[in-house]
């Protein structure tokens, strides 16, 4: 059973940075696509960012792009969202997802078998 663990959401104010982390266990790793999407309060969950299981290739939605990274380190079984210059609009529940290798970081939800249970990003103004 592969389990993911969310960690470091809170409350910041715009223009802060924060950095999440993603801890999967029960399966290799490194085997894995990972990504993040979030919901906000009445909302669809959305696409944030992908990795492959290698790190060579990554996607971002547009709305992200050149503020978020995501990363990986196979050898700490972790992916990150690093978020900078956070916005009002960044505020939601940010939830980390695995599924099957591939050679692009796809970007549909679908595609994802594995989630976790989200961690709150609370971004004021």
């Known amino acids: 059973q592969v389990q993911l663990v969310e960690s470091g959401g809170g409350l910041v104010q715009a223009g802060d940075s924060l950095r999440l982390s993603c801890a999967i266990s029960g399966r290799t790793f490194s085997s894995y696509n990972c990504g993040w999407f979030r919901q906000a309060p009445g909302k669809e969950r959305e696409f944030v960012a992908a990795?492959?299981?290698?790190?060579?290739?990554?996607s971002y939605a547009d709305s992200v792009k050149g503020r978020f990274t995501i990363s990986r380190d196979n050898a700490k079984n972790t992916v990150y969202l690093q978020m900078n210059s956070l916005k009002p609009e960044d505020t939601a529940v940010y939830y980390c997802t695995a599924g099957r290798s591939a050679y692009y970081a796809y970007t549909s939800a679908s595609e994802y078998n594995y989630w976790g249970q989200g961690t709150q990003v609370t971004v004021s103004s």
């Open positions: 990795i492959t299981w290698s790190g060579d290739s990554t």
